[in-house]
């Protein structure tokens, strides 16, 4: 079984700052790796994903994300962001080699301001 | 192209009522899912199918139906609904393994028992 621990349930930034929204997670077998964004009232969609290779993927809206099996963490970050941004963002992870489901963790919620 | 779509986006139930949540993919996707969201915990799952005529328990499967008659429905039913059902409901499917491997998710069926 997997687990997924995102530690900050909210991050407020001003607009144009980077932002890193954490994410770790726990298994006993090789994962992929997922983001996800949900705006107010909508359903999920995928920002990026680490199925293997490159530890560092890029997503969607200039996100990335950094593998790291050591720390089995999967960190998002953005260089600066946008009033846009403001969203909740969810870490979830399945089991390599499957489209299995998902496990997600309890999500942040990205508040970006003036 | 619909992909995920979800009937009715919008519910009020009473105690003891039933009802079915619809989900329709048009994706050819063997996978599908049900998943509920309550506010800081976010998604759980609770039936899954890999394809026409399977399907199998998630982490919170109790009051809860569905059945697989075809690969592209995948229906859940609340047979007595509880107020601990009032929640959100996110229907998503996917195709097996590889690079491609990605939930695509519905716009969401928010549910509210009284």
């Known amino acids: 079984a997997q687990s997924v621990t995102q530690l900050d349930s909210q991050v407020p930034v001003f607009e144009e700052a980077p932002v890193e929204l954490r994410c770790n997670y726990s298994s006993s077998v090789s994962v992929y790796l997922f983001w996800y964004v949900q705006y107010p009232n909508q359903g999920l969609q995928l920002l990026l994903k680490?199925?293997?290779?490159?530890?560092l993927v890029k997503g969607i809206n200039g996100f990335e994300a950094e593998f790291n099996k050591s720390q089995t963490s999967f960190h998002l970050r953005k260089p600066s962001v946008h009033i846009s941004d403001t969203a909740e963002y969810f870490c979830a992870v399945s089991e390599a080699g499957t489209a299995s489901k998902l496990t997600f963790g309890t999500g942040t919620r990205l508040q970006v301001t003036l | 192209n619909a992909g995920v779509t979800q009937t009715p986006k919008f519910r009020i139930l009473k105690i003891g009522q039933s009802m079915t949540l619809q989900c329709a993919q048009d994706?050819?996707?063997?996978?599908m899912y049900w998943y509920r969201q309550d506010p800081g915990m976010g998604l759980k799952l609770i039936y899954y199918s890999v394809g026409a005529g399977i399907t199998d328990k998630g982490e919170v499967p109790n009051g809860y139906n569905v059945s697989r008659s075809t690969t592209e429905d995948f229906p859940l039913r609340l047979e007595l609904a509880a107020p601990s059902q009032t929640s959100v409901y996110f229907c998503a499917s996917s195709s097996p393994g590889g690079v491609n491997t990605e939930a695509f998710f519905g716009q969401g069926t928010r549910l509210t028992v009284v």
């Open positions: 994706m050819n996707h063997n996978y």
């Open positions: 680490y199925l293997s290779g490159s530890t």
